[in-house]
């Protein structure tokens, strides 16, 4: 018993070192790679990201176009997607008219 509980206690150990010799490598490559900064832009802090979500396009859609009312029901999927890309066309005119720089992407979740 006391032979097994010995054994257990060695590969424990071994592990453990392992584990640490793991540990002590990371932080040798984090000095390395900010040493040569290939850690760029950590200075710069977050990005900002603006995200615009309609609560209801379904009946945005329906209020804005009559086809939309005769497609809403049978093809909302496909309603939804109009209303983001026509939302998207409109800001971006808006945004161009005032002279904003932007850049605008349409993303599935």
Do not use: N
């Not at 392992?18 to 540990?23: D, N």
Request: hydrophobic letters at 50%; proline letters at 3%; glycine letters at 2%.
């Amino acid at each position: 018993m006391t032979v097994l509980l010995l054994v257990i206690a060695l590969i424990l150990a071994v592990f453990s070192g392992f584990l640490c010799w793991q540990v002590m490598e990371q932080r040798k490559l984090i000095e390395q790679m900010t040493e040569t900064d290939q850690l760029t832009g950590l200075e710069k802090g977050p990005e900002l990201v603006l995200t615009l979500r309609v609560l209801d396009p379904i009946a945005l859609a329906k209020r804005e176009s009559r086809s939309a009312r005769l497609m809403a029901d049978k093809l909302p999927v496909m309603v939804r997607k109009m209303v983001y890309q026509e939302l998207m066309k409109e800001l971006e005119a808006e945004m161009a008219e005032r002279e904003i720089e932007v850049e605008m992407h349409l993303e599935y979740r």
